[in-house]
Nanobody, 125 residues
Framework: QVQLVESGGGLVQPGGSLRLSCAAS????????MGWFRQVPGQERDLASA????????HYGSFVKGRFTISKDNAKNTVYLQMNSLKPEDTAVYYC?????WGYGWSSPRSYDYWGQGTQVTVSS
């Protein structure tokens, strides 16, 4: 079983930055996708960004608008999400996810087989 361990959430002022990290526990794990979703109470999980492990193809959710950057370190089996110009509406629990195949496409939570425990990001003055 693969475990995804997230870190990097917290409280930041509007306009600030945070960097989230997610490490997969098994060194031999080779995902198809890894990505970051976010969720606020009462709403569905919304994809912020995903990266295809084999070739680094990247997708971003429409709300990102150039503010977030996803990256990966294959040797460490780790994916990062650099979030800049944060807004109060970015406040959510952010989840790391990994999928073993194409599934239902990069933006569907159903495409991801493993999930982290979630890390709270709060943007407030």
């Amino acid at each position: 079983q693969v475990q995804l361990v997230e870190s990097g959430g917290g409280l930041v002022q509007p306009g600030g930055s945070l960097r989230l990290s997610c490490a997969a526990s098994k060194s031999t794990f080779s995902p198809y996708w890894m990505g970051w979703f976010r969720q606020v109470p009462g709403q569905e999980r919304d994809l912020a960004s995903a990266i295809r492990w084999s070739d680094g193809t990247i997708h971003y959710g429409s709300f990102v608008k150039g503010r977030f950057t996803i990256s990966k370190d294959n040797a460490k089996n780790t994916v990062y999400l650099q979030m800049n110009s944060l807004k109060p509406e970015d406040t959510a629990v952010y989840y790391c996810a990994a999928g073993r195949s194409w599934g239902y496409g990069w933006s569907s939570p159903r495409s991801y087989d493993y999930w982290g425990q979630g890390t709270q990001v709060t943007v407030s003055s």
